[in-house]
């Protein structure tokens, strides 16, 4: 039952990273039909982060007051909706709505899911489910632009969108069918907006669960900065063809599901605070080599992409810890606080990656300076959470 779990809450956490990487490819060839710039077509992944984003603040809320199933089934079947609108959409307007419909339909998986886990373990317990399952969702980023480069290449970018429709489709059935509710009517929350109001002021005004999610959601910048980047950075800088999205999101993605693992097989051994300073060392280690790298040689494959590997692998591991240390000073609000975290994650991965990512985009070196500031942001809002002395939960 706990395999079953987690691969069902894996694959909801996919939905998200799906909709972003798979049309990737896709980029030049959507901007060719309907005569955009490269600015414009960008827009359309800008907006799904940052609805994407937003929606996470209602998430968990929602989850506590009507329960997990229900808010994960409803979003689920928003989702199938818009990606049938982009897959039929006759302007480049068009398109952007249902982008961001998407964007607002696509994050209750990865939300509920960590309040679901929250609801049924706690400790290293906890720590090892959500290591197993960002180990498979890690799958995604990997195989989504492999797989969207040959379905534009062989049918087309509509196609993309009904194979994420598609995705949707298969996912509500698993969900309907196995996935049981995790929070009893009991434990609900009355959806009062002023409690609700009061109880989102109450998690800003942690300084810790801040610094925590700034920790977790800058340190992912590195990431978000080459996801924004790829179309460029694999069809300019690499020279290679939109088949070749392998070469920058396999070495990304295998590190996170290798660091991921290795979380979750030393929750048991070591300290949460040993982890995440063994990871930053580990991310520093990478930046660097990375910067100096692309200053001393012309980027080109392997190596432009081996440092990405250690760095997300590094990432992964701190991952875990850094969620669980932050949700762990509101057990009694875990949906609430999983949906602020995200919102706080994904706001920066959409900054940095819709913002930041463009003005690097055109060099390798540039790149690699960026997600040394990340990381060095990263650092400090970390050891800043350290210096705090630990809240009592509320």
Known sequence: MQILLTVLLAGLTMVGPLAIDTYLPSFPAIGTEFGATPLAVQQTLSLFLFCFAFMMLFYGTLSDTFGRRPVILVSLVLYIAACVGGAVAGSLGFLLVCRVLQGLASGAGSVVGRAIVQDRFS???AQKILGHIMMVFGLA??????????????????????????????????????????????????????????????????????????????????????????????MHILHLPETAFAWLFIPLVAGMVVGSAISGKVAHRYSQQALIWLAYAGMAVAALVNVGYTYLFAATI???????????????????????IA?????????????????????????????????????????????LGCLVVSLLAWVLAQAGTPAKPN
């Open 123 to 125: 400790g290293a317990e």
């Open 141 to 234: 980023p990997a195989l989504a632009p492999i797989l969207g480069g040959w379905l534009q290449v062989t049918y087309g970018w509509r196609s993309i969108f009904w194979f994420l429709a598609l995705f949707g489709a298969v996912m509500t059935f698993a969900v309907w069918r196995w996935l049981p509710e995790s929070l009893a009517p009991r434990d609900r929350h009355p959806l009062h907006f002023a409690t609700i109001a009061g109880n989102y002021l109450k998690v800003l005004r942690h300084r810790q669960f801040l610094l925590l999610a700034v920790a977790l959601g800058v340190a992912f910048g590195g990431f978000a900065l080459y996801i924004g980047s790829a179309a460029y950075f694999v």
């Open 302 to 324: 392997p190596w432009a992409v081996l440092p990405l590997f250690f760095y997300s692998l590094a990432l992964a591991v701190a991952m875990p810890p850094l969620s669980l």
């Open 327 to 371: 949700l762990n000073h509101f057990p009694n609000h875990s949906g609430l606080a999983a949906s602020m975290q995200s919102f706080i994650q994904m706001t920066l991965f959409a900054l940095i990656s819709g913002v930041v990512a463009p003005l690097l985009f055109d060099s390798a070196f540039k790149l690699a300076c960026g997600v």
